[in-house]
Structure formats: structure tokens, C-alpha cells
């Protein structure tokens, strides 16, 4: 979302809340992913941001070849 500045005109209060840019990359915030959808994602990512509440085991990290 380009517009982050509450004060910017053309700021969007809805959109700003789906939307985040995160190295260059806007990306749309979404719900957790579910097991399956992580591990699919998993499958070829090179990094993983998670939080303490997300189960990260080694049955994950084994479907994770990539992940530095």
C-alpha cells in the first residue's frame, strides 16, 4: 500500500490494514497460514518469519530444504 502517512490525502484506513510492505515487496495480510498452506509455502521459501505461537517442528522444518 503506498500511502502509510495517516495525514497523506489519499490514505486509506481499510486498505492501509491489508497491506504492507515488507524488503520492497507489498504483500496483502492475510489469516495464518493453515499446516498444509505452510508447508506448501515452505517448499521452496528461503526464509521464515513466525511467531511463538506458530508449531514449528521438525516434520516442518524437513519439508523446508531452502530455509537458511
Request: charged content about 35%.
Given at each position: 500500500y503506498q500511502y502509510y502517512d495517516r495525514q497523506h490525502p489519499l490514505y486509506d484506513e481499510?486498505?492501509?490494514s491489508r497491506k504492507?510492505?515488507?524488503?520492497g515487496e507489498?504483500?496483502?495480510l492475510r489469516q495464518a497460514y493453515t499446516r498444509p498452506e505452510?508447508?506448501?509455502a515452505l517448499a521452496v521459501a528461503d526464509g521464515l518469519i513466525c511467531l511463538?505461537?506458530?508449531r514449528?517442528?521438525?516434520e516442518l522444518l524437513a519439508r523446508a530444504p531452502k530455509l537458511k
Open positions: 481499510a486498505q492501509a504492507m510492505t515488507f524488503f507489498e504483500i496483502e505452510l508447508e506448501e511463538l505461537s506458530d514449528i517442528d521438525d
